[in-house]
């Protein structure tokens, strides 16, 4: 059987142009530092019911609006471009704190608060405008299948780093996770100007 080389590497191109910008909006990664500090005094099984509330949280947001984002919003008056613009504001808003701040991701909400998973785990750090956006928008350009996919493969792999979250912390040490986080706001940065502009004047989000 030949395979076709323009074939795949169109293939890999689509599949990089629906999985990355979801993974990079929900940012796992940049999340961790958040993750870690809210569930160091917790026992295992609290932890994971709590990362389990956050993943089926988002989930359920992200699937809402990849059947009927658009719809919501034309029912509230609201454009996508206005989401994209309000979605890009506040995230470069937050970008920016997490870049100059000396602290991570606890500006997005309480440490107080004993039950985080939902809010603010879920809802809106993973499933959050930039997130809810870029579903929208490739659901537009790949339709819902491939939009749905996205949401669980990214979904997947925030879980996969969630419950390693102990040997990431060891691998990349204190240093290393502050050093990945300050990147990963510099990547919700550029994604949060990337989403203004494309509101501002309505291009694809995903792909060249």
Same mark, same amino acid.
């Given at each position: 059987?030949?395979?076709?080389?323009?074939?795949?590497?169109?293939?890999?191109?689509?599949?990089?142009? /629906?999985?990355?910008?979801?993974?990079?909006?929900?940012?796992?990664?940049?999340?961790?530092?958040?993750?870690?500090?809210?569930?160091?005094?917790?026992?295992?099984?609290?932890?994971? &019911?709590?990362?389990?509330?956050?993943? %089926?949280?988002?989930?359920?947001?992200?699937?809402?609006?990849?059947?009927?984002?658009?719809?919501?919003?034309?029912? @509230?008056?609201?454009?996508?471009?206005?989401?994209?613009?309000?979605?890009?504001? /506040? =995230?470069?808003? @937050?970008?920016?704190?997490?870049?100059?701040?000396?602290?991570?991701?606890?500006?997005?909400?309480?440490?107080?608060?004993?039950?985080?998973?939902?809010?603010?785990?879920?809802?809106?750090?993973?499933?959050?405008?930039?997130?809810?956006?870029? =579903?929208?928008? %490739? &659901?537009?350009?790949?339709?819902?299948?491939?939009?749905?996919?996205?949401?669980?493969?990214? @979904?997947?792999?925030?879980? !996969?780093?969630? !419950? !390693?979250?102990?040997?990431?912390?060891?691998?990349?040490? &204190?240093?290393?996770? &502050?050093?990945?986080?300050?990147?990963?706001?510099? %990547?919700?940065?550029?994604?949060?100007?990337r989403l203004s502009r494309d509101g501002l004047a309505p291009v694809t989000f995903a792909g060249g």
């Amino acid at each position: 059987m030949t395979v076709d080389l323009a074939q795949l590497l169109d293939g890999l191109r689509t599949l990089v142009s /629906v999985i990355v910008p979801v993974f990079v909006a929900m940012d796992p990664i940049g999340v961790l530092p958040l993750m870690l500090s809210w569930t160091a005094d917790l026992p295992s099984e609290e932890r994971a &019911r709590q990362l389990r509330a956050a993943l %089926l949280t988002a989930q359920a947001v992200g699937a809402v609006f990849v059947l009927g984002g658009n719809g919501l919003l034309r029912l @509230l008056g609201v454009g996508l471009p206005d989401f994209l613009v309000a979605g890009g504001v /506040v =995230l470069l808003v @937050l970008a920016v704190s997490d870049i100059a701040g000396g602290g991570s991701h606890e500006a997005r909400g309480s440490t107080d608060r004993p039950d985080f998973g939902s809010v603010p785990i879920g809802v809106p750090i993973l499933a959050g405008p930039a997130t809810l956006a870029a =579903l929208m928008v %490739l &659901r537009e350009r790949y339709g819902y299948g491939l939009a749905a996919d996205s949401l669980v493969v990214n @979904l997947l792999l925030a879980w !996969r780093i969630f !419950r !390693r979250a102990d040997q990431i912390a060891a691998l990349l040490g &204190r240093n290393g996770l &502050r050093a990945t986080s300050k990147v990963a706001s510099l %990547l919700l940065a550029a994604i949060a100007v990337r989403l203004s502009r494309d509101g501002l004047a309505p291009v694809t989000f995903a792909g060249g």
